[in-house]
């Protein structure tokens, strides 16, 4: 970020409050529009009565808005009727696409891991188109090359997220009953016990545990995406990773690498994962509060450092893992 003296940082953050609600994305991602209610909801992506009610304190969880984070150095507190929404589905969508997840317990149906991919998918173009408007007013008004850099990434990932989207359509198109939900592969992982954090994300993989790259970190032209829930339910802690099975390739040593894994890996990958990759998730004020402040700020610090720059190539198996998992145990 250039700098800015304290006038023109204040300045530009009421700039940027205004400018954020005037770029709020309201239409329904679905395009079969003649079926569209005319209501557009503001949809939760993580589930809100089975999921963050079931981690909230009081009704409140602790999230984080990416662009408060960076200035202010903290997450913050929400309540759940706010928190994980976007305006990115009709209320008649939202109701009859999500069904299956929304009114029943987690069974590693097929149906259920293409749904939770498909609503992180189409979260993730909901904020995209947020924040392509966003940096395209910032690129004309400041002429900054970071803005206009940005600015030029948001478009190609915009345009990749487009074409992932059509990949669930084409499916979500048929009757139910001719769906084929193994167009997408998931790994599903289990904690014997549950962690109150809930997380519906998209994220591109920079490395593999060798150091091989996955997805350039200097372009966002042709990523390939992993879809990552995780939510406790029924005694577990259930960790959803996904990915098109087209694209399997490219990520089978890194998934098998995984396979390998104890619980304690597994806890300590994800938590790096979540803490390095993934803006959309929710934790227990409660359990947050209970870690101790040095280590909130490092993971906080380990947030904003993401923003600033590309990732190592060992970020997977850093030598001293914070283990979020155990942070949120119940």
Request: charge should be positive.
């Amino acid at each position: 970020m250039f700098c800015m003296s304290r006038k023109n940082m204040i300045e530009f953050s009421k700039h940027y409050s205004k400018l954020s609600e005037k770029c709020r994305f309201k239409e329904c991602v679905f395009p079969v529009k003649s079926e569209c209610s005319e209501k557009i909801v503001k949809a939760h992506s993580i589930q809100k009565s089975k999921i963050l009610a079931h981690i909230a304190d009081k009704g409140m969880i602790i999230t984080m808005d990416p662009r408060r984070t960076f200035f202010t150095g903290s997450f913050e507190e929400l309540g759940i009727k706010t928190a994980s929404t976007f305006h990115g589905f009709c209320n008649h969508h939202d109701t009859k696409i999500f069904s299956d997840i929304e009114n029943k317990d987690y069974n590693s149906t097929l149906n259920q891991n293409f749904l939770f991919a498909y609503r992180a998918c189409a979260r993730e173009y909901v904020a995209k188109k947020e924040v392509l408007c966003i940096d395209k007013d910032l690129a004309d008004r400041t002429k900054n090359s970071i803005f206009i850099s940005k600015f030029m990434a948001d478009k190609l990932d915009i345009k990749n997220l487009i074409n992932y989207l059509n990949k669930f359509h084409k499916e979500l198109f048929k009757p139910k009953e001719s769906r084929n939900y193994n167009v997408l592969t998931t790994k599903s992982y289990n904690l014997p016990y549950e962690s109150l954090i809930a997380v519906n994300s998209v994220f591109n993989l920079t490395y593999d545990f060798n150091g091989k790259v996955i997805n350039d970190p200097m372009t966002s032209k042709d990523m390939v995406l992993l879809f990552l829930n995780v939510f406790p339910q029924n005694n577990k802690t259930h960790i959803l990773l996904s990915c098109f099975s087209d694209e399997l390739d490219k990520f089978r040593a890194f998934l098998s690498h995984i396979d390998t894994f104890s619980e304690l890996q597994l806890e300590n990958l994800f938590s790096q994962i979540i803490i390095v990759h993934c803006e959309n998730f929710c934790l227990s004020p409660q359990k947050w509060r209970r870690i101790k402040i040095d280590k909130r700020r490092e993971i906080v610090s380990i947030f904003q450092d993401t923003m600033l720059g590309p990732t190592k190539s060992n970020y997977l198996l850093s030598t001293a893992p914070i283990n979020l998992f155990k942070f949120l145990k119940k």
